[in-house]
């Protein structure tokens, strides 16, 4: 399965994976976040193209499964990685900002 793969405005580490669409397909005004409910497509903003890859049962993916993604295309129409657990520590102590300047 041939997937184009979107990075989120609105939250880092948020990507949309949608079964890819060939390019006799696509019109100027495609939108790739037409698949997506409402609100998870006001959650996610605008979508920046980041890549096609070809995903397959066997491929290793960073943070998920390629099965799971291609379970949840076939399903769904789209899936949506999220960011990962622990990315931002709420508790972080903040900087205390440049020394010296």
Known sequence: ?????YK??????????IAAKDST???????????LPDMLRQAFGRATFVMQLEIYQERKLA?????????????KGYFIQLP????????AVEPEGLRGA
């Not at 989120?8 to 994976?17: A, G, T």
């Not at 019109?27 to 790739?32: H, V």
């Not at 990962?84 to 508790?91: K, M, R, T, V």
Request: proline fraction near 4%; charged fraction near 30%; aromatic fraction near 6%.
């Open 1 to 5: 399965m041939h997937c184009d793969i």
């Open 8 to 17: 989120s405005s609105k939250k880092d580490e948020m990507y949309l994976y």
């Open 25 to 35: 397909e696509q019109a100027e005004d495609y939108d790739p976040l037409a698949v």
């Open 63 to 75: 943070r998920v499964s390629a099965l799971h993604v291609i379970d949840s295309i076939a399903e």
């Open 84 to 91: 990962p657990d622990g990315l931002i520590n709420s508790n």
